[in-house]
């Protein structure tokens, strides 16, 4: 309908202009045929008055083509004719006329006569008589012809009309191109958008005629779509956060993995409540400096800038890292700004776990190298004793013979002195008293410092070891009631069997209880318990001894096994009862420590291995 009005108008428009062109050309012709005719006239009445020259009735041309000419006729032969431009009729049948160009017709015919008047076509003729001469008339033709006016005013039409037509055609042609490739195209893309968005299908509005159009217009579209959804996809599951920052620091994009870090991150993070928002929105836990200031410094530099992150989600460690770098445009103006995050958790925890690894090798590498040291200054420790043993071993081999003979000798005197009947001064019997006593210490000192001494194993049985427990309590056992000592024993009876020296290993205990007594001066309580344990990883049994005293202070707690360290009064203490116990043990392949006892008092740890490891020392 549209393309029809457009049509009308055009050939409404053209029309006038066609019309006036048309008459143009017809007045034109009107005018010519006026004038020819006005002529005419003058030259049949010349001709009538004789004053026709017959120069002029022969050579009136006009543009080359002939519209006036004059013929004499002979009866209806015609014999000469000028002006006309030869036929084939009059090809070789041109006479001379007997006309003297020189002379007035009317000397030299009879006053003519106008015969006839005819027209015919787009020529019109006048027949004037000469003569007459036997019956035969002689005529002049004058006639003219507006044929050519004619053809060109049809010409002119036809012409007016074609560029009419062709006008009208282009008109149209364009009125359709502009129809069809501006104003459909642009109503339907206005109307797709507006369908579109309001969620209705495109293709119920598509006009047929469209319709090739439109499905290219659609494959590209959907070629567009698939692409479009590609980087989308590639976008979204990239698995790293990425988040486009514009210059103004604002988001123009987020990823899925972005999105997904926030929320676990415990912070609101829609895709649509981060577009457009200030990129300091992206707050993620421990992030310093944030992400706004990255951008910063990245828009300053215009180069990499990076950061770690760390924070901890449902009670796992997360470890990221932050990055952020321009986008360029030309000459590199900043366009936008990347920013991305990276979980490193695994690396991160790979690493934390080889540089664990590292150190516990590191603290294992230092334990080992302190129980090497430990064993070095044993060693030395050892050296020290094993001379100091040998010395004082010498000594107390010396010491001993001369010893023994004071003592005796004193004894004997003593006990003569009390058998004889005359009483002897006081003094000397005093005298006599201390010698002894002290003979008998210098005795127990020898024989500790033998004991010490002493290199050659002692000979050992399988035993249990309540029963050394029980000989050193025969021996101490008077003195506990006297100091007030409770003494309490738990000894399971099935405990395997060790192997040792029964007379050794009750000394090692005396040792140790006659120490607890000393340490309570007041009383107290002595608890033996023993049960069973591992020495190096193999099972073994063990033996504690705890009392109720102030236990040991802690400056002194490392020494108390070094021979001859003592904290008691001169005469009281010789200092070589732990460290005479401590070899002991040490000869039963055995281990003995001390530490206070977190309830106070003492404690000594005795483990001594079982015979024939886990079973083979099992009493029946
Ligand atoms: P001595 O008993 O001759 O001093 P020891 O080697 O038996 O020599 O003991 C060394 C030191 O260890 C003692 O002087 C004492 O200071 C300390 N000691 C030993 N046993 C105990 C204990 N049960 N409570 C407190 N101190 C103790």
Not at 248 to 269: K, M, P, Q
Not at 556 to 569: A, G, N, Q, R, Y
Request: negative net charge; glycine residues 8%.
């Amino acid at each position: 309908m549209k393309l029809l009005a457009f049509a009308s108008i055009c050939f409404v428009a053209l029309l006038p202009t066609a019309i006036i062109g048309f008459f143009q050309q017809v007045e034109f012709a009107r005018e010519s045929v006026d004038q020819l005719a006005l002529h005419l006239g003058t030259l049949v009445h010349q001709a009538r008055e004789g004053t026709i020259s017959p120069t002029l009735a022969v050579s009136t041309t006009q543009n080359n083509k002939l519209v006036l000419w004059s013929a004499f006729y002979r009866g209806d032969v015609p014999f000469a004719r000028a002006g006309l431009t030869p036929g084939p009729q009059q090809q070789g049948r041109i006479r001379l006329i007997r006309i003297n160009p020189d002379r007035p017709i009317a000397k030299q015919f009879p006053k003519p006569e106008l015969t006839s008047l005819s027209g015919e076509g787009s020529e019109f003729r006048v027949f004037l008589t000469l003569s007459e001469r036997n019956g035969l008339q002689e005529r002049l033709e004058i006639g003219i012809s507006y044929a050519a006016l004619y053809s060109t005013a049809q010409d002119s039409l036809a012409l007016s009309a074609v560029m009419f037509i062709t006008a009208f055609l282009f008109l149209l042609g364009a009125a359709v191109f502009v129809d069809i490739y501006i104003s459909r195209f642009t109503m339907r893309v206005i109307r797709a958008v507006r369908f579109r968005s309001e969620g209705a299908d495109p293709d119920s509005f598509l006009s047929p005629t469209f319709g090739v159009l439109m499905e290219a217009l659609e494959r590209r579209d959907d070629q567009l779509i698939d692409t479009r959804d590609t980087l989308e996809t590639i976008f979204n599951g990239m698995q790293i956060g990425v988040a486009m920052v514009s210059t103004e620091l604002r988001i123009v994009l987020v990823n899925h993995y972005l999105t997904s870090l926030l929320t676990d991150a415990g912070a609101s993070a829609s895709e649509e409540s981060l577009i457009s928002e200030p990129c300091s929105i992206i707050n993620l836990p421990g992030q310093t400096p944030s992400v706004e200031e990255l951008c910063r410094r990245c828009l300053q530099s215009l180069s990499f800038e990076e950061q770690d992150i760390e924070f901890t989600i449902a009670g796992q460690k997360k470890y990221l890292v932050q990055e952020a770098y321009p986008l360029f445009g030309t000459e590199r103006i900043p366009l936008a700004i990347i920013v991305q995050w990276r979980d490193v958790t695994s690396e991160r925890l790979a690493q934390i776990t080889v540089e664990n690894f590292n150190r516990e090798l590191q603290d294992k590498l230092d334990y080992q190298r302190a129980q090497l040291e430990e064993t070095h200054q044993k060693l030395l420790q050892s050296g020290r004793l094993a001379a100091v043993g040998e010395l004082a071993g010498g000594v107390a081999h010396e010491v001993n013979n001369p010893n023994g003979v004071i003592l005796a000798g004193a004894r004997y005197v003593l006990n003569r002195l009390q058998s004889e009947p005359t009483q002897p001064p006081e003094y000397v019997t005093k005298y006599l008293q201390r010698i002894v006593k002290q003979s008998e210490r210098v005795a127990d000192i020898v024989r500790a410092l033998l004991t010490f001494s002493r290199r050659r194993p002692q000979e050992k049985s399988l035993l249990h070891v309540q029963d050394p427990i029980h000989d050193a309590l025969e021996l101490v056992g008077s003195r506990f009631a006297g100091a007030n000592v409770q003494f309490e024993k738990d000894i399971p009876a099935d405990l395997p069997f060790v192997e040792g020296n029964r007379n050794e290993l009750a000394q090692v205990f005396l040792n140790l209880f006659n120490n607890a007594v000393d340490a309570m001066a007041g009383g107290g309580q002595i608890k033996v318990s023993a049960d069973m344990a591992t020495l190096e990883s193999q099972p073994a049994v063990r033996v504690r001894v705890r009392d109720s005293g102030e236990g040991i202070p802690g400056d002194i707690l490392d020494k108390v096994m070094e021979p001859f360290f003592t904290t008691k009064p001169v005469g009281k203490g010789t200092g070589l009862g732990l460290s005479i116990s401590h070899g002991i043990i040490e000869e039963h392949s055995g281990t003995m420590r001390v530490r206070n006892h977190p309830e106070g008092g003492a404690e000594f740890e005795i483990v001594l291995p079982i015979v024939g490891g886990a079973n083979g020392g099992k009493k029946d």
